[in-house]
């Protein structure tokens, strides 16, 4: 047998045994809100990892962008999402790949926590921040508007593909 | 915009909007019982894969082994797993790692189906099966032998590391 554990049992709250809860990012580094970050899979036989994000109500991840991709799953909860110009509600268990270069941020509610899963690339790129020209470019968008500055709920939205029936 | 859904939605019954519901394997290539399939994320920028697994209750994956990793998240449910020479209870969301080479093999209970994600290298070897010597190599532990002959019911676990508590 390898060394170091095969099975991690799962704790309550969204927590694994001897897995860290960690910060999202480097304090400072980028905006975000009331997100944490676990890591349950990064093994060097694997060119990918396994991360579990989760944002307490009114949390929200950085609006970034990089040649990397993610590959998501909603675990637990609902909240909204920006996936270039969509802004869309997601549930548990909804699928959302982000694609290369594309502007994404997730958002929580105001009522409840959002937990999703994140497969991404071992080897990847710095994540690129908006400049200012960038963010006004994207707000010209109401929707987007709308989003970026939390006032977006779900049931409320008024994009075109409206809520997740 | 990149081309393809970003977004899959979820739907009832575990199942996601475009994605097809599969065979585990080709029929008669290896053993394995009441066994599907779902390729959640197979993207040309992403080095892994994200397959959730699904046995309906006395269904059984592949006893094998291989380099390749595996990474497994217990999805729905519980059900008993094979790693190497450990016999353990599993739940959702329990995370198992399968080292290379390691004899593996899920199974759910007689009562409710089991479902687990799976994340695996694009790039990977073929599966090896068990040959008759190994087989019976592996059954010398009595542990082992009542688990692949499906004797063993979570509670029932007589291995030392005993069920989950």
Chains 1, 2 share one sequence.
């Not at 990397?68 to 999402?81: D, S, W, Y």
């Not at 790129?125 to 200012?132: A, E, F, G, I």
Request: aromatic residues 8%; proline residues 8%.
């Amino acid at each position: 047998m390898n060394d170091g554990p095969q099975i991690r049992p799962s704790l309550d709250g969204f927590r694994w045994e001897g897995v860290e809860l960690l910060a999202y990012k480097e304090e400072g580094s980028a905006p975000f809100k009331a997100i944490t970050r676990q890591v349950l899979f990064q093994r060097p036989e694997l060119q990918c990892e396994l991360r579990y994000f989760e944002m307490q109500p009114g949390g929200h991840s950085t609006l970034e962008r990089h040649e990397h991709v993610h590959a998501v799953m909603i675990f637990r909860g609902r909240g909204t999402c920006l996936v270039g110009e969509e802004v869309r509600e997601v549930a548990a268990p909804d699928l959302v790949f982000i694609p290369p270069m594309t502007w994404h941020q997730f958002r929580a509610t105001k009522d409840e926590p959002v937990g999703f899963l994140c497969m991404v690339n071992a080897e990847r790129d710095k994540p690129q921040l908006p400049t200012d020209a960038q963010l006004q470019e994207l707000k010209k968008k109401k929707v987007i508007a709308d989003f970026l500055d939390g006032r977006v709920a779900p049931g409320e939205m008024t994009n075109t593909n409206g809520p997740k029936s």
